[in-house]
């Protein structure tokens, strides 16, 4: 138990500054690029998501192999020709990625997006270096998910911490610099992706465990032993995937490139809420395929409800506040209050939506160790069959605040519906707890407080007294929604006992 609280600690705090990296820039990416531009760099976000389809199922197959062999001592020595067999296939698909977003740059350019203030050919050639800096990074998640999947999060998160702030800060000397455009922007994310690849790849093959005395070869046995499972997860990923991009699919497709721009400031801020949710997935995922694998279901059924209730207090702290004062966070954020105004809505529903989709996450993982992967393939399959219709209906009527709808009426109904035909087949008899123990006490908690303080507080100023009250209502936010879960106060109140 303490190395996974190591593995969770070490992935909150690398998730935390991504986060940070990922949103403290982007006011001055819109004032140095400008929001035609800076919907290119959400455009890039939709593109690098929907390119993980090509996985093929192979990281998430490597990660649940992985924490399956490495502690059998009759398998381990297959590991390093596993990950073989698989990279053998992750470079050249990289290559194919680039190749296909080059093609689709002057079609997306003049056909699809709808600049105002950008050139077509400026447009084209920036999403032509797009598809460079999108292919170079994609091999790095497949290394990533071989390091979660050996449990290996301190070295991961370290990894992802440093190119995240490489990334992040690294862009505006260049933007400074060298030149204040979405080009070079799109270069300089192509050359960290590249040695974020190429590091991630380094390391994976340091910490794996000694194989045969001979070099680790392709194995073809391997696709096939795998191949089932990661059939399901190519599913999943698609059908995923074409979901959570649908929104900036149409909006692109309808809307003015600044309103992409717009609602990619609002996911920003959502985003941020969703690698609080990520580092619970990515810790006890490995663990989870690890405890079923060894048959203990007395252990799995007591961390599945510890580890969702640790969930649900981060999850609904994050989302009652965001939620409640997003005005106040999106005005301290960007400084621009008509901005704020006009995505306060926008971003609570959307965050709305991330919050339940992040509670789905650990009976996901669950499903996953157990190697199911029917249910989020039938329910996904829903999602976007019933979602484009009304993906589209919305946006045409309702702009950016429609398409946050659908985000949230989806995630809703996976929480409805996939939750419970979920535990009619695994740990059956579990249901009523994960609803009424797990999920309703932090939510309850969190959003009483995060209301109490609203009405008792005034609108929160833009300077360093806003910020330290934002702190603080949040601190104590969290404190509330941890203090409600049952397994999560049995544990800090054991933990402090232990401490005197």
Not at 64 to 89: C, G, K, P, Q, Y
Not at 111 to 119: D, Q
């Amino acid at each position: 138990m303490a190395a996974l609280r190591i593995n969770i600690l070490s992935n909150y705090a690398g998730q935390a500054w991504m986060a940070l990296m990922g949103v403290v820039f982007v006011p001055l990416y819109i004032r140095i690029l400008g929001i035609e531009a800076f919907g290119l760099i959400g455009l890039m976000l939709s593109i690098q998501a929907l390119s993980m389809v090509l996985d093929l199922g192979m990281g998430g197959a490597m990660n649940r192999e992985l924490s399956r062999r490495i502690h059998d001592a009759d398998a381990a020595h297959t590991l390093r020709d596993l990950v073989r067999t698989f990279e053998w296939l992750v470079w050249p698909i990289a290559a194919l990625v680039a190749v296909l977003i080059w093609l689709a740059s002057n079609p997306l350019s003049n056909h699809w997006l709808h600049p105002e203030h950008l050139s077509h050919a400026e447009t084209a050639h920036a999403t032509a270096i797009m598809g460079l800096a999108v292919a170079l990074q994609w091999p790095s998640s497949f290394y990533a998910n071989g390091l979660s999947g050996l449990e290996r999060q301190p070295v991961l998160n370290l990894i992802n911490a440093v190119f995240a702030t490489l990334r992040g800060a690294g862009v505006l000397a260049v933007l400074y610099w060298v030149s204040p455009t979405i080009s070079a922007f799109m270069w300089w994310y192509a050359a960290m992706g590249a040695c974020q690849s190429l590091v991630s790849a380094a390391t994976l093959w340091r910490v794996l465990p000694p194989g045969p005395q001979r070099r680790a070869v392709f194995c073809a046995e391997e696709l096939h032993a795998t191949k089932r499972f990661a059939g399901g997860l190519v599913a999943i990923m698609v059908l995923a995937v074409m979901v959570t991009q649908l929104d900036r699919v149409v909006i692109s497709a309808v809307l003015p490139l600044a309103e992409l721009g717009y609602f990619s400031l609002a996911m920003s801020v959502a985003a941020g809420m969703g690698r609080m949710i990520q580092p619970m997935f990515n810790a006890l995922y490995p663990r989870y395929s690890r405890l079923v694998s060894l048959n203990q279901q007395e252990s799995l059924t007591h961390l599945y409800h510890l580890s969702n209730q640790c969930l649900a207090a981060v999850v609904a702290a994050v989302a009652a506040m965001l939620m409640i004062f997003g005005r106040d966070v999106l005005y301290l954020w960007t400084g621009d209050a008509t901005t704020a105004s006009r995505l306060a809505l926008t971003l609570s529903i959307l965050v709305a939506g991330t919050a339940l989709n992040g509670m789905m996450n650990l009976p996901y993982a669950l499903q996953l160790a157990y190697g199911w992967t029917r249910l989020a393939v039938s329910t996904n399959l829903m999602a976007l069959v019933l979602g484009i219709p009304f993906c589209i209906w919305a946006v045409e009527h309702h702009g950016i605040v429609g398409a946050a709808y659908l985000w949230f009426t989806i995630n809703l109904g996976f929480v409805m519906i996939g939750i419970p035909l979920m535990h009619r087949r695994l740990l059956r008899g579990e249901l009523v707890r994960w609803y009424v123990a797990d999920m309703l006490p932090p939510v309850i908690a969190a959003a009483m407080l995060a209301l109490l303080a609203a009405w008792l507080l005034p609108a929160l100023s833009r300077s360093l007294q806003g910020i330290v009250q934002l702190a603080l209502v949040s601190g104590a936010t969290l404190i509330s929604a941890a203090m409600a879960a049952p397994l999560v106060r049995q544990h800090l109140t054991e933990w402090l006992v232990s401490r005197r």
